[in-house]
């Protein structure tokens, strides 16, 4: 069965500390696709990134990186020299290619960051 | 992208009336979505919303509770009917825009049901 899983629920870090978010995933499919999205007090979701599962490489976008690991099903988020605007709750998710027509996601519980001045 | 609104953005209900919460889309859309996100919890696909045919729910929603509408490819509406405290929760709209597989939220409607 399709599940994703973030263990951590709360990380507070000081501003300017690298961070990691960590996410495991579970899937049968062999075609599958991550993503990230950042949901900030404001309450919306902002999309982050989508990778799909043939492509390993990792992805950096300004401060933020993603290390996508098949071989141990992970996908991690690292945010470099966090700020506070980074403070927001961050979810993972996944959508296998069954549903990939659907567009269904499957999320993980979320990773609460606070990142202190 | 795809820029999402809804309305109404917050709301206070009674218990056992009904709320339809509107979504559109600047852009026109091959999927639309709504997930309800319960306090503190994550996020849970209710229904795909179906242009001119009916929504595709998930396990645990039924449409008499949660009736939606598509009417075009730009405007969706679900109504939380006959509501209860446990409806209380965020209810995200999101959508796919044609020829893309990113999917887009709008900001959400928080309701709260007393």
């Known amino acids: 069965a399709q599940k994703v899983t973030q263990a951590q629920t709360e990380i507070s870090v000081v501003e300017k500390e690298d961070v990691t978010l960590d996410c495991v995933y579970e899937?049968?499919?062999?075609?599958?696709?991550l993503f990230w999205y950042k949901q900030p007090p404001s309450g919306e979701l902002v999309f982050l990134i989508r990778?799909?599962?043939?492509?390993?490489q990792n992805e950096i976008s300004g401060r933020y990186s993603w290390n996508f690991q098949k071989s141990t099903s992970s996908f991690n988020f690292t945010i470099t020299a966090s700020q506070v605007v980074d403070s927001a709750v961050y979810f993972c998710?996944?959508?296998?290619?069954?549903?990939?027509?659907?567009?269904?996601?499957?999320f993980g519980q979320g990773t609460t960051l606070q990142v202190k001045p | 992208s795809a820029v999402i609104s809804q309305k109404p953005s917050r709301d206070i209900c009674q218990r056992g009336t009904s709320l339809t919460i509107q979504c559109q889309v600047d852009?026109?859309?091959?999927?639309m979505f709504w997930y309800r996100q319960q306090p503190g919890q994550s996020l849970t696909l209710i229904a795909t919303?179906?242009?001119?045919?009916?929504?595709?729910?998930e396990s645990g929603f039924v449409i008499d509770k949660f009736p939606i509408s598509r009417p075009n490819l730009t405007f969706s509406t679900l109504t939380v009917s006959n509501m209860s405290p446990e409806d209380s929760s965020i209810y995200l709209c999101?959508?796919?825009?044609?020829?893309?597989?990113?999917?887009?939220f709008g900001p959400g409607t928080r309701l709260t049901v007393t």
């Open positions: 999101s959508a796919m825009g044609q020829g893309s597989d990113e999917q887009y």
């Open positions: 899937t049968r499919d062999t075609t599958y696709y």
């Open positions: 990778r799909n599962s043939f492509d390993e």
């Open positions: 998710a996944l959508s296998e290619e069954r549903s990939s027509n659907t567009g269904k996601l499957i």
């Open positions: 852009s026109q859309v091959t999927m």
């Open positions: 919303a179906n242009q001119g045919s009916e929504a595709t729910y």
